[in-house]
Nanobody, 127 residues
Framework: QVQLVESGGGSVQAGGSLTLSCVAT????????MGWFRQEPGKQHERVAV?????YYADTVKGRFTISRDSAKKTLYLQMNNLKPEDTAMYYC???????????????????????WGQGTQVTVSS
């Protein structure tokens, strides 16, 4: 049984940094598509960053956020620097069961293609 557990969220002031972690137990990571998504209340999930054989970022976070993965530890990370109030959201880790490919390919997947989802971790950035 695959389980994704996120951690690392919290409250920071604008300009601060946070690192999110997602441990994927029971998951076989062979460069399958994994990613970070975020959701504000009342809005749909927004793609933040994904990782396959390469990475891909939303324009709004490019240059500030870095996604990385440690396959040996089955952990996906999201390093977030220079945080802005508009980054405030619930952040979710997700993993595809079979999809593998470049970052661009992973970015284009439907949300439904990400089979496994974590419970989310809240990030709040104050101005």
């Amino acid at each position: 049984q695959v389980q994704l557990v996120e951690s690392g969220g919290g409250s920071v002031q604008a300009g601060g940094s946070l690192t999110l972690s997602c441990v994927a137990t029971g998951y076989t990571d062979n460069d399958h598509c994994m990613g970070w998504f975020r959701q504000e209340p009342g809005k749909q999930h927004e793609r933040v960053a994904v990782s396959g054989s390469s990475t891909y970022y939303a324009d709004t976070v490019k240059g500030r956020f870095t996604i990385s993965r440690d396959s040996a530890k089955k952990t996906l990370y999201l390093q977030m620097n220079n945080l802005k109030p508009e980054d405030t959201a619930m952040y979710y880790c997700a993993a595809a069961r079979t999809a593998r490919g470049s970052g661009g390919y992973c970015w284009g997947l439907r949300l439904a293609d990400y089979t496994y989802w974590g419970q989310g971790t809240q990030v709040t950035v104050s101005s």
